[in-house]
């Protein structure tokens, strides 16, 4: 390294750092929430027979544009029935954090979902987690 020019060095260090961070990419601002236990979330004989769910159609919830902009991180826990004929009824946000944040992506998504049919009388009261972590949303842990 030349003595009488470090700047060089420097703004070349600037140049190759500033090439490696993407506006698109996702900046963590804020903790991970601890989640919940979801064995502590059911209730007694609540989505009985739903082991043996089939998925047809999962649609992942988005990650809202908002909360990947400011690097906010959580998690969803949904609540849902599923009617004899597979699709998913009366979907709500059990707990959430943090709250209010993800809870509309994963209603819109969890109200799409398809399973093979079930017969009877469906399945009610089914909990599913939902992780909005590091920017990728997954489904269960």
Same mark, same amino acid.
């Given at each position: 390294?030349?003595?009488?020019? !470090?700047? =060089?060095?420097? #703004? %070349?260090?600037?140049?190759?750092?500033? @090439?490696?961070?993407?506006? &698109?990419?996702?900046? +963590?601002?804020?903790?991970?929430?601890?989640? !919940?236990? =979801?064995?502590? #979330? %059911?209730?007694?004989?609540?989505?009985? @027979?739903?082991?043996?769910? &089939?998925?047809?159609? +999962?649609?992942?919830?988005?990650?809202?544009?908002?909360?990947?902009?400011?690097?906010?991180?959580?998690?969803?826990?949904?609540?849902?029935?599923?009617?004899?004929?597979?699709?998913?009824?009366?979907?709500?946000?059990?707990?959430?954090?943090?709250?209010?944040?993800?809870?509309?992506?994963?209603?819109?998504?969890?109200?799409?979902?398809?399973?093979?049919?079930?017969?009877?009388?469906?399945?009610?009261?089914?909990?599913?987690?939902?992780?909005?972590?590091?920017?990728?949303?997954?489904?269960?842990?």
């Amino acid at each position: 390294m030349s003595a009488g020019r !470090p700047w =060089i060095v420097l #703004l %070349t260090a600037l140049l190759v750092l500033g @090439g490696c961070a993407s506006k &698109a990419g996702f900046r +963590l601002n804020h903790d991970y929430p601890a989640p !919940p236990s =979801i064995k502590r #979330l %059911t209730e007694p004989g609540a989505c009985r @027979g739903g082991e043996a769910l &089939a998925a047809r159609s +999962l649609i992942l919830p988005k990650y809202p544009r908002f909360a990947k902009r400011q690097g906010r991180q959580g998690w969803v826990v949904a609540q849902l029935d599923v009617l004899p004929n597979g699709q998913t009824s009366n979907v709500a946000v059990k707990q959430s954090a943090p709250e209010g944040i993800f809870d509309r992506s994963a209603i819109k998504a969890v109200q799409q979902w398809q399973f093979a049919p079930v017969g009877g009388a469906g399945l009610s009261n089914c909990l599913v987690f939902i992780d909005y972590r590091l920017g990728q949303v997954r489904i269960g842990r």
